[in-house]
C-alpha cells in the first residue's frame, strides 16, 4: 500500500505539473478543471495495469471511473469550448498579482493532485487487495454510483441545452432536475463517491476509504462548490426566489408559497 500510495503521489503531481505548463501557455487556468476526471482514470489505470493479476473488482472499478471521468471531461471541453477563464480563476489571476504563477502552481495545480488522491483512497485500497469475488455490497455500490451519474449526467445535459437557448440568457434554471434541487450536479458527484467507497468497504481496510466521500462530499457543501457558486448569484432577485423554494443539495419537491409563509 505504502508503495502505491508513493507512486501514484508522484504520477500525479508530474501529471498536474504538465497541465500546469499548458495552462501558462494558454494563459488559462480553467485547463485544470480537464485535469480532474482524467486524473482519477489515470490513478485507477496505474493501479490496474501495474498488478500482473488483475482481478474482477479492479475491471468494475477501472469501468466505473473511466465512465464517470470521460463524461465528466467531455462536459467541461463542451460547456468551456470558446469562453476564455472561468471566472473563479480570472479572479484568483487579478487578486495574486504579481505571484499569481507561484501560487496557481501550489494553490490550483498541486492542491487539486493532492485532493485527487485524497479522494482516490478507496481506489488505492481496491488496487491494493487481492480480494476477488464480488460480494452484494458491490452491486450496491454500483447502484449507488448509477444514482450519482444519472444526476450528474442528466443535470449537467439539461444546463448545457438551457444556457444554448439565447432565450435564457439571464435567467435562472429550475427545470428538470433543477427543479428539485439547485445543485443536482453536486448530489449526483457526491453520490459516485459514495458507491466507490461501498465496493471498497469489500477490500482490507476499507473501511478507511471513507475519506474519499467525506472529502468531496465536505468540499462542494462548504468550500468550493455549493458556497463559491451561489456568492456568484447574492445580488439577483431570481436567484433569491429560487432559493427560497428548491433545495440546496439533497433533491426534493419545490416548497410552496404557503409552507413559506
Same mark, same amino acid.
Given at each position: 500500500?505504502?508503495?502505491?500510495?508513493?507512486?501514484?503521489?508522484?504520477?500525479?503531481?508530474?501529471?498536474?505539473?504538465?497541465?500546469?505548463?499548458?495552462?501558462?501557455?494558454?494563459?488559462?487556468?480553467?485547463?485544470?478543471?480537464? %485535469?480532474?476526471?482524467?486524473?482519477?482514470?489515470?490513478?485507477?489505470?496505474?493501479?490496474?495495469?501495474?498488478?500482473?493479476?488483475?482481478?474482477?473488482?479492479?475491471?468494475?472499478?477501472?469501468?466505473?471511473? %473511466?465512465?464517470?471521468?470521460?463524461?465528466?471531461?467531455?462536459?467541461?471541453?463542451?460547456?468551456?469550448?470558446?469562453?476564455?477563464?472561468?471566472?473563479?480563476?480570472?479572479?484568483?489571476?487579478?487578486?495574486?498579482?504579481?505571484?499569481?504563477?507561484?501560487?496557481?502552481?501550489?494553490?490550483?495545480?498541486?492542491?487539486?493532485?493532492?485532493?485527487?488522491?485524497?479522494?482516490?483512497?478507496?481506489?488505492?485500497?481496491?488496487?491494493?487487495?487481492?480480494?476477488?469475488?464480488?460480494?452484494?455490497?458491490?452491486?450496491?455500490?454500483?447502484?449507488?454510483?448509477?444514482?450519482?451519474?444519472?444526476?450528474?449526467?442528466?443535470?449537467?445535459?439539461?444546463?448545457?441545452?438551457?444556457?444554448?437557448?439565447?432565450?435564457?440568457?439571464?435567467?435562472?434554471?429550475?427545470?428538470?432536475?433543477?427543479?428539485?434541487?439547485?445543485?443536482?450536479?453536486?448530489?449526483?458527484?457526491?453520490?459516485?463517491?459514495?458507491?466507490?467507497?461501498?465496493?471498497?468497504?469489500?477490500?482490507?481496510?476499507?473501511?478507511?476509504?471513507?475519506?474519499?466521500?467525506?472529502?468531496?462530499?465536505?468540499?462542494?457543501?462548504?468550500?468550493?462548490?455549493?458556497?463559491?457558486?451561489?456568492?456568484?448569484?447574492?445580488?439577483?432577485?431570481?436567484?433569491?426566489?429560487?432559493?427560497?423554494?428548491?433545495?440546496?443539495?439533497?433533491?426534493?419537491?419545490?416548497?410552496?408559497?404557503?409552507?413559506?409563509?
Amino acid at each position: 500500500m505504502r508503495d502505491m500510495i508513493i507512486y501514484s503521489f508522484s504520477l500525479i503531481m508530474m501529471y498536474m505539473t504538465v497541465f500546469y505548463v499548458m495552462a501558462i501557455i494558454k494563459k488559462d487556468n480553467s485547463i485544470v478543471d480537464y %485535469a480532474w476526471g482524467i486524473g482519477f482514470i489515470v490513478v485507477t489505470a496505474y493501479g490496474v495495469f501495474s498488478d500482473a493479476a488483475i482481478h474482477i473488482r479492479q475491471w468494475l472499478l477501472f469501468a466505473m471511473i %473511466a465512465i464517470w471521468g470521460l463524461r465528466l471531461a467531455i462536459y467541461i471541453f463542451i460547456r468551456n469550448k470558446g469562453k476564455g477563464e472561468d471566472f473563479r480563476y480570472a479572479q484568483w489571476r487579478k487578486d495574486w498579482g504579481k505571484f499569481f504563477y507561484i501560487r496557481s502552481f501550489l494553490q490550483v495545480f498541486m492542491l487539486q493532485g493532492i485532493l485527487l488522491l485524497i479522494i482516490a483512497f478507496p481506489i488505492l485500497l481496491i488496487n491494493t487487495s487481492t480480494n476477488q469475488e464480488l460480494q452484494v455490497l458491490d452491486f450496491i455500490g454500483v447502484f449507488v454510483w448509477a444514482i450519482g451519474m444519472f444526476f450528474e449526467g442528466v443535470s449537467d445535459y439539461q444546463m448545457h441545452v438551457f444556457k444554448k437557448d439565447q432565450r435564457n440568457k439571464g435567467r435562472i434554471i429550475n427545470i428538470g432536475l433543477w427543479k428539485y434541487s439547485r445543485h443536482p450536479n453536486y448530489f449526483g458527484e457526491v453520490m459516485v463517491w459514495w458507491g466507490i467507497f461501498l465496493v471498497a468497504l469489500q477490500v482490507s481496510h476499507g473501511i478507511y476509504g471513507i475519506i474519499g466521500p467525506l472529502v468531496i462530499t465536505f468540499l462542494l457543501l462548504k468550500v468550493s462548490g455549493i458556497p463559491m457558486l451561489e456568492k456568484k448569484y447574492d445580488d439577483n432577485p431570481a436567484y433569491k426566489e429560487y432559493k427560497k423554494i428548491t433545495s440546496s443539495f439533497f433533491p426534493w419537491f419545490p416548497k410552496k408559497k404557503k409552507e413559506m409563509m
